[in-house]
């Protein structure tokens, strides 16, 4: 059983003797422990990343850029070690689990060529004898708060950007999730990246509460639920820190009547099945053309009563475990009050024996858009069907949620494209695609589904505040 240490100030430090057990959630057996750190861990931590920032920040940005180039390859070379640790904490397959590791070193890659680009503005001016300048710098220190679902992919989403523009960044992992973000600290320590510049620590929630509202830090981003949302734009009031959230989603997928049904199908039941639908912007509900909805209820049944569960690092063709054994509990309970409040199982919704908090792939038929299942997100394997008239009806449904994070629509009409895609009332929508978050857009949610947002040149932005020049002559 491994045994990790926390990272601080460009050094593995000496474990304190609290630690925190990580398990398989395939085998329900523990495969780590990792350090629960204290608050004295959390303020050497900080202090740590805010004496790197000062000089950090004062390097060009291309040296910045050249550091994060070295991270990049070091992630890369290393994807192999970080996905083994990926694969044995989350429930993920050895290879999916590597991928993330390497797509992680190419969202690093791609920040790292924003060095020449973090531009400011020359602002007219009333007067001929004055120039205004707008000028963009870093906001400091940036607590980094990671989840347990893509934590490796999301740890380098959030930091690459805060580095590149200055900022020097604390990362708290999940719990759930922790020993790959320790690989990834390795990564860093054999790229050469500045003492104090990254630090990654595990701890338990009240310590991580102490971590959000030490001064010096000037930005908390989150990818989290709602409530976890709540919670950090608490912790901001301490210090005014800026947050950026990433919070719930209930993904819409609306079906029309021209749309390849068979293509439709195969996509919604891949995006609602991969790592078990523990992905914010999965597929959560599905809006069916009446024309087209028996038929196409009959496709879903068919791929879903298809999708088998059990350990992938065993077969990796299989559908894995939700992370934790509460997740699976809730999950089950919402299905069983869905099917109290009229929705009819088309298949799944069973408790599987045994070890593992498995769950099968559950498709829900007769849906209303009033019941839980399908205003409430389920972060799990489970797809309700609601079926619909016309295609203001399907907009209407859509939009009539607490959650505005990610859409989609299956459609050969590019009437109705444009249609939707200019009202529905979400941060992204993908049109005969399901998500699938390319860093070079913005993944940033309305509604309830968060604050700012993640990727791209705007992404980059969060990490940034403004100075205003104003220059006489």
């Known amino acids: 059983m491994r045994t990790d240490r926390n990272f601080i100030d460009g050094r593995f430090a000496d474990a304190s003797s609290a630690h925190i057990a990580v398990f398989d959630p395939a085998t329900e057996q523990q495969v780590a422990q990792v350090p629960a750190a204290n608050e004295a861990d959390v303020r050497n931590a900080v202090e740590a990343a805010a004496r790197a920032q000062r000089s950090w920040a004062r390097l060009p940005a291309i040296e910045r850029g050249e550091h994060l180039r070295r991270f990049a390859e070091a992630l890369e070379r290393n994807a192999d070690r970080i996905g083994a640790a990926l694969a044995a904490e989350s429930g993920k397959s050895l290879a999916d689990a590597s991928s993330e590791a390497f797509y992680a070193g190419q969202i690093t890659r791609y920040h790292a060529e924003w060095a020449r680009r973090i531009e400011g503005e020359v602002i007219p001016s009333d007067s001929t004898d004055e120039t205004i300048l707008l000028q963009r710098e870093p906001i400091g220190v940036v607590a980094a708060l990671i989840p347990f ?3 490796v992919y999301t740890f380098l989403r959030k930091v690459a950007p805060a580095l590149i523009t200055g900022n020097t960044v604390v990362v708290r992992p999940s719990n759930n999730t922790p020993t790959s973000a320790f690989e990834i600290a390795r990564c860093a320590e054999e790229a050469g990246l500045p003492a104090g510049v990254l630090n990654v620590l595990t701890m338990n929630h009240d310590v991580a509460a102490v971590l959000c509202q030490q001064p010096q830090i000037g930005l908390i981003t989150l990818t989290g639920s709602v409530g976890a949302g709540r919670i950090v734009l608490d912790y901001c009031k301490a210090n005014i820190a800026k947050p950026s959230l990433e919070l719930g989603g209930k993904t819409p997928a609306i079906i029309e009547a021209d749309a390849d049904l068979e ?165 992204e929508i993908y049109i005969n695609r399901t998500p699938a978050d390319p860093y070079q857009g913005f993944h940033a949610g309305w509604k309830r589904s968060g604050l700012g947002g993640d990727d791209g040149k705007h992404g980059m932005l969060e990490f940034t505040q403004t100075r205003l020049v104003v220059l006489k002559f």
């Open 149 to 151: 679902n893509y934590p």
């Open 263 to 427: 293509k439709a199908a195969t996509a919604i039941v891949a995006s609602k099945t991969t790592h078990c639908g523990q992905l914010c912007t999965a597929i959560e509900r599905v809006y069916v053309q009446a024309s087209v909805h028996d038929r196409f209820l009959a496709l879903l049944r068919e791929k879903m009563a298809t999708v088998r569960i059990g350990n992938r690092a065993e077969d990796a063709s299989l559908m894995g475990p939700l992370q934790y054994g509460r997740a699976r509990t809730d999950v089950h309970a919402k299905v069983q009050r869905a099917l109290a409040e009229g929705a009819v199982l088309e298949c799944g919704g069973v408790l599987p024996e045994g070890a593992g908090h498995f769950y099968p792939a559950t498709l829900l038929s007769g849906c209303r858009q009033d019941m839980e299942i399908v205003q409430e997100e389920i972060f799990g394997p489970v797809l309700p069907v609601l079926s619909y008239e016309t295609l203001d009806d399907a907009l209407a449904m859509a939009n009539d949620h607490q959650f505005g994070l990610s859409s989609v629509l299956f459609t050969e009409n590019y009437r109705n494209a444009m249609k939707v895609a200019n009202h529905i009332e979400a941060g």
